[in-house]
């Protein structure tokens, strides 16, 4: 039996041997997600040598532009491509090695007129999306994957909720040869990660702005939310790193104003120093490792190397 870290005890899964080259694959609803979510700590792993992929599950058709400068028609009218364009340039200034988009239309929110529409992610069958994901896991062969956590409750989107339910589905499936049997050979992922916003971090840079005497974005609705602290597994150290997140947030112009001070209030040094980490949740896996963490690898280095 391998060890978890939950305490659960499952059956052992078959362990694919690996070729020296780690791999970390993390999966987004939406392009901009990948810069709001991981960045630094992604930056870091590929300035390591970790070969690093994105998948995004949709095109962010759907979203509005929060930026005014790119408030024009000709903007609007190519919001697809655009944000196509402003995905590259993220995915490229993070190290991304490949985007490979899943192919589905931004969902909207829930009663809007793209949420109706048969063409988005949230009403696609679900097996079809959870073979496209299975697919694109045993072609990238990662021994970590990284995406969202069931508790949304502070962002509800329902693309966001949907990348939950078939990541889980596509981490289980992925190592068996029995499921999905035309979307190449097996691969058995050894870690699964959840993203997650702690509240230790947005306190210290709430404290930071009162420190340095400016308004701080964060009001109390942020500290009214229930804290997710508690299952926060792994503290990853991105010293030095934070000024990749800053770069990714600003190549999605259309999404992100760089006078807004929720993003940019602060500067990377600053903010940096008042919280120089992001956190996961590890929700599943198939190595030991022992908690706390430090490092999304942790009991997977020696496997590699050997």
Same mark, same amino acid.
């Given at each position: 039996?391998?060890?978890?870290? #939950?305490?659960?005890?499952?059956?052992? +899964?078959?362990?694919?041997? !690996?070729?020296?080259?780690? =791999?970390?694959?993390?999966?987004?609803?939406?392009?901009?997600?990948?810069? #709001?979510?991981?960045?630094?700590?992604?930056?870091?792993?590929?300035?390591?040598?970790?070969? @690093?992929?994105? !998948?995004?599950?949709?095109?962010?058709?759907?979203?509005?532009?929060?930026?005014?400068?790119?408030?024009? %028609?000709?903007?609007?009218?190519? &919001?697809?491509? +655009?944000?196509? @364009?402003? /995905?590259?340039?993220?995915?490229?200034?993070?190290?991304?090695?490949?985007?490979? &988009?899943?192919?589905?239309? *931004?969902?909207? &929110?829930?009663?809007?007129?793209?949420?109706?529409?048969?063409?988005?992610?949230?009403?696609?069958?679900?097996?079809?999306? !959870?073979?496209? /994901? +299975?697919?694109?896991?045993?072609?990238?062969?990662?021994?970590?994957?990284?995406?969202?956590?069931?508790?949304?409750?502070?962002?509800?989107?329902?693309?966001? /909720?949907? +990348?939950?339910?078939?990541?889980?589905?596509?981490?289980?499936?992925?190592?068996d040869p029995d499921?999905?049997? *035309?979307?190449?050979e097996p691969w058995?992922? #050894?870690? /699964?990660?959840?993203?997650?916003?702690?509240?230790? =971090?947005?306190?210290?840079?709430?404290?930071?702005?009162?420190?340095? *005497?400016?308004? #701080?974005?964060?009001?109390?609705?942020?500290?009214?939310?229930?804290?997710?602290?508690?299952?926060?597994?792994?503290?990853?150290?991105?010293?030095?790193?934070?000024?990749?997140?800053?770069?990714?947030?600003?190549?999605?112009?259309?999404?992100?104003?760089?006078?807004?001070?929720?993003?940019?209030?602060?500067? *990377?040094?600053?903010?940096?120093?008042?919280? %120089?980490?992001?956190?996961?949740?590890?929700?599943?896996?198939?190595?030991?490792? @022992?908690? %706390?963490?430090?490092?999304?690898?942790?009991?997977?280095?020696?496997?590699?190397?050997?």
């Amino acid at each position: 039996m391998f060890a978890f870290a #939950s305490g659960r005890r499952r059956q052992p +899964v078959p362990w694919l041997a !690996v070729t020296g080259q780690l =791999r970390l694959l993390t999966i987004h609803a939406h392009p901009d997600d990948e810069a #709001s979510k991981g960045a630094a700590t992604v930056g870091r792993y590929v300035a390591e040598g970790v070969e @690093a992929t994105l !998948v995004c599950c949709t095109g962010g058709e759907a979203g509005d532009i929060l930026n005014p400068a790119m408030d024009r %028609p000709e903007v609007k009218e190519n &919001m697809a491509a +655009v944000r196509r @364009a402003e /995905l590259d340039a993220s995915a490229e200034a993070i190290g991304f090695r490949e985007v490979i &988009m899943l192919g589905y239309r *931004d969902s909207g &929110m829930p009663d809007s007129p793209e949420n109706a529409d048969p063409r988005c992610f949230a009403r696609a069958p679900e097996d079809e999306a !959870v073979g496209r /994901l +299975v697919a694109a896991i045993r072609r990238v062969r990662p021994q970590v994957i990284i995406t969202y956590g069931d508790e949304q409750s502070g962002y509800p989107h329902p693309d966001h /909720l949907r +990348v939950h339910d078939i990541s889980i589905i596509a981490w289980e499936a992925a190592g068996d040869p029995d499921r999905f049997p *035309d979307a190449g050979e097996p691969w058995t992922p #050894s870690k /699964l990660y959840y993203s997650t916003w702690a509240r230790a =971090r947005f306190t210290a840079l709430h404290e930071a702005f009162l420190a340095n *005497d400016l308004e #701080s974005p964060f009001d109390q609705k942020w500290f009214d939310r229930p804290s997710q602290d508690h299952k926060i597994t792994t503290r990853v150290d991105i010293t030095g790193y934070y000024p990749i997140r800053s770069a990714a947030l600003r190549a999605h112009a259309t999404q992100i104003d760089p006078d807004e001070r929720f993003w940019f209030g602060l500067s *990377d040094e600053i903010a940096e120093a008042a919280y %120089p980490f992001e956190d996961f949740e590890l929700a599943d896996s198939r190595v030991p490792t @022992a908690l %706390p963490e430090d490092d999304l690898f942790t009991g997977l280095r020696a496997e590699v190397a050997g």
